[in-house]
């Protein structure tokens, strides 16, 4: 049966369920086709999954380390199915919450693949095939794992993060094949559960892309968990067996290391083969879909956002783009802006926003920075954790603030602070003059702004 509606969101990621919640909410008449859950890569295998095995493996560090607090808890002990059952069930809340956003306002989900017939035709495969009718298109079929021609990497002891947060149990032993961001956030959750990891990491860094200094720190904080890290690392090969083994070389060596499952987290390729962009006369970039700022191809009246795009690969850039294309397609004038933060799950966790100090200094900036140790925080101290950095990166002539990167305790729920001083073009005087709780962590933010200034009291000189 044929239907028509103002607008089409192809993807039901939080690029797509968002875009959608909001064109509905501009009284657009609206769609989402989802040819697996709402919710996409983030809250079914994402975001959501990882984090809830985070937040469990936390819990068992702390229970673990009680002693120091002064209580006592012997024993501590995990069982592996019952974290993976509340991983399981905290999605299937928030999968359902995500749903109600649409249907709630009476946007009409239908379940199954689409392909673009023309720029105002979507053709939908699956169990109850339809043909729907659009003036308006976003497409936010977002990204899938990438796997590199390494000979033995379709083997079964590899697993990609899909098959990684569907498992069960918990291995004993796990080597990851990159240290970028999914490779961290792996290595901590086994490491806090008492298991071997090893990263082998091409690039001569971890985290790829971040300040040199954090990632320098969080390298030393892994390792000192121990976990074996090699970077300049080139894989070779797997051999496939009882255990996964990994041949790589490393300093003009030959070397293997093995695991029970090797992790392949080596970056994310778009989903944008067999969805007719050819019909519509859009080109990707190895298979990204470019838009402008106002996050619409060059076809008019056809959006994409999120991972597709390959602007950012993260779940609230893709909700940001979202709102956007929503705007114009309900023929409004939004354009995206602002800097993108990026978190990093890690224990510590990292966040960061804005330009790196390399970065600042090749744009040609006379950069200054700020840096406040975790270890001299108050609230840091109180909790036990006293590992991290606040540092910020400004502009020594404007006083503009380019950068933060903070490696601390709840980081993550830090940044956003950085974000709207950034968003304000707050000068970084004007966030040395805010009044930040005490005793909070977030202190060391107003703490490496009054550095900056060369100003700070509770730095020793
Ligand atoms: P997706 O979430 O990938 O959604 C796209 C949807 O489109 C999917 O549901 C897919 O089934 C559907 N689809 C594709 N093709 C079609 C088609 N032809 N027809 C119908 N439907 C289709 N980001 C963060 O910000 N924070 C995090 O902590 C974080 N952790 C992550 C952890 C892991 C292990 C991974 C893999 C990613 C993580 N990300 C995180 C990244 C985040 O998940 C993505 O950036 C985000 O999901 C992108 O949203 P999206 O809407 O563009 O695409
Ligand atoms: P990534 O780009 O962050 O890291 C991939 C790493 O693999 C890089 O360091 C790269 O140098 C390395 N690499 C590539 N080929 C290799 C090879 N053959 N051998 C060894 N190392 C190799 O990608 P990812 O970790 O797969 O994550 C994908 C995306 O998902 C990220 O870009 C991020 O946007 C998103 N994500 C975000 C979060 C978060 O926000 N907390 C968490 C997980 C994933």
Same mark, same amino acid.
Do not use: W
């Given at each position: 049966?044929?239907?028509?509606?103002?607008?089409?969101?192809?993807?039901?990621?939080?690029?797509?369920?968002?875009?959608?919640?909001?064109?509905?909410?501009?009284?657009?008449?609206?769609?989402?086709?989802?040819?697996?859950?709402?919710?996409?890569?983030?809250?079914?295998?994402? &975001?959501?999954?990882?984090?809830?095995?985070?937040?469990?493996?936390?819990? #068992?560090?702390?229970?673990?380390?009680?002693?120091?607090?002064?209580?006592?808890?012997?024993?501590?002990?995990?069982?592996?199915?019952?974290?993976?059952?509340?991983?399981?069930?905290?999605?299937?809340?928030?999968?359902?919450?995500?749903?109600?956003?649409?249907?709630?306002?009476?946007?009409?989900? #239908?379940?199954?693949?689409?392909?673009?017939?023309?720029?105002?035709?979507?053709?939908?495969?699956?169990?109850?095939?339809?043909?729907?009718?659009?003036?308006?298109?976003?497409?936010?079929?977002?990204?899938?794992?990438?796997?590199?021609? +390494?000979?033995?990497?379709?083997?079964?002891?590899?697993?990609?993060?899909?098959?990684?947060?569907?498992?069960?149990?918990?291995?004993?032993?796990?080597?990851? +094949?990159?240290? *970028?961001?999914?490779?961290?956030?792996?290595?901590?959750?086994?490491?806090?559960?008492?298991?071997?990891?090893?990263?082998?990491?091409?690039?001569?860094?971890?985290?790829?892309?971040?300040?040199?200094?954090?990632?320098?720190?969080?390298?030393?904080?892994?390792?000192? !968990?121990?976990?074996?890290?090699?970077?300049?690392?080139?894989?070779?090969?797997?051999?496939?067996?009882? !255990?996964?083994? &990994?041949?790589?070389?490393?300093?003009?060596?030959?070397?293997?290391?093995?695991?029970?499952?090797?992790?392949?987290?080596?970056?994310?390729?778009?989903?944008? !083969?067999?969805? *007719?962009?050819?019909?519509?006369?859009?080109?990707?970039?190895?298979?990204?879909?470019?838009?402008?700022?106002?996050?619409?191809?060059?076809?008019?009246?056809? #959006?994409?956002?999120?991972?597709?795009?390959?602007?950012?690969?993260?779940?609230?850039?893709?909700?940001?783009?979202?709102?956007?294309?929503?705007?114009?397609?309900?023929?409004? /004038?939004?354009?995206?802006?602002? $800097?993108?933060?990026?978190?990093?799950?890690?224990?510590?966790?990292?966040?960061?926003?804005?330009?790196?100090?390399?970065?600042?200094?090749?744009?040609?900036?006379?950069?200054?920075? *700020?840096?406040?140790?975790?270890?001299?925080?108050?609230?840091? !101290?109180?909790?036990?954790?006293?590992?991290?950095?606040?540092?910020?990166?400004?502009? /020594?002539?404007?006083?503009?603030?380019?950068?933060?990167?903070?490696?601390?305790?709840?980081?993550?729920?830090?940044?956003?602070?950085?974000?709207?001083?950034?968003?304000?073009?707050?000068?970084?005087? /004007?966030?040395?003059?805010?009044?930040?709780?005490?005793?909070?962590?977030?202190?060391?933010?107003?703490?490496? $702004?009054?550095?900056?200034?060369?100003? &700070?009291?509770?730095?020793?000189?």
């Amino acid at each position: 049966m044929d239907e028509k509606f103002d607008l089409v969101v192809i993807g039901g990621g939080p690029g797509g369920y968002v875009a959608a919640a909001r064109a509905l909410q501009l009284g657009l008449k609206t769609a989402v086709i989802e040819e697996r859950e709402m919710g996409g890569t983030c809250l079914n295998r994402g &975001c959501i999954p990882t984090k809830a095995l985070l937040h469990s493996a936390e819990v #068992y560090q702390t229970v673990k380390s009680c002693d120091a607090y002064g209580i006592s808890a012997e024993n501590a002990a995990f069982d592996y199915s019952k974290i993976a059952a509340r991983r399981d069930k905290v999605v299937k809340q928030l999968r359902s919450g995500v749903e109600m956003l649409v249907k709630g306002r009476k946007g009409v989900i #239908y379940s199954g693949k689409a392909y673009l017939k023309d720029k105002n035709t979507i053709e939908v495969t699956g169990e109850k095939p339809c043909v729907l009718h659009a003036d308006k298109i976003i497409i936010a079929t977002g990204s899938m794992p990438s796997i590199p021609p +390494i000979p033995g990497i379709d083997g079964e002891k590899v697993l990609d993060s899909d098959a990684v947060l569907a498992m069960a149990t918990c291995p004993e032993s796990i080597v990851i +094949i990159g240290g *970028g961001v999914i490779g961290v956030e792996f290595a901590s959750l086994y490491t806090a559960l008492g298991k071997q990891v090893t990263i082998l990491e091409m690039m001569e860094n971890i985290l790829p892309g971040t300040d040199t200094e954090i990632s320098g720190l969080l390298r030393k904080s892994l390792e000192k !968990k121990g976990i074996k890290i090699f970077t300049g690392a080139r894989v070779t090969g797997i051999e496939n067996g009882a !255990k996964g083994v &990994c041949a790589f070389e490393y300093q003009g060596k030959k070397l293997t290391v093995e695991g029970d499952i090797v992790i392949a987290a080596i970056g994310r390729k778009p989903n944008s !083969k067999g969805l *007719g962009l050819e019909n519509l006369g859009i080109e990707t970039d190895r298979g990204f879909i470019r838009t402008d700022d106002h996050m619409e191809t060059p076809i008019k009246g056809v #959006y994409a956002i999120g991972d597709v795009t390959g602007r950012v690969l993260l779940a609230h850039a893709a909700s940001a783009q979202g709102l956007v294309a929503a705007a114009n397609a309900a023929g409004q /004038e939004k354009k995206i802006s602002g $800097a993108v933060p990026g978190c990093i799950y890690t224990s510590p966790e990292i966040a960061t926003v804005g330009l790196s100090e390399a970065d600042a200094v090749k744009g040609g900036h006379s950069v200054k920075i *700020g840096r406040f140790a975790v270890s001299m925080n108050g609230k840091s !101290k109180i909790a036990g954790e006293t590992e991290g950095l606040a540092k910020i990166v400004t502009d /020594e002539k404007t006083g503009e603030i380019l950068g933060a990167h903070i490696m601390a305790p709840r980081a993550t729920d830090m940044i956003a602070e950085l974000c709207t001083a950034m968003k304000l073009e707050s000068t970084i005087e /004007e966030l040395a003059d805010v009044i930040h709780p005490h005793p909070t962590v977030s202190e060391i933010i107003m703490e490496a $702004a009054n550095d900056a200034l060369g100003q &700070c009291v509770n730095k020793p000189e």
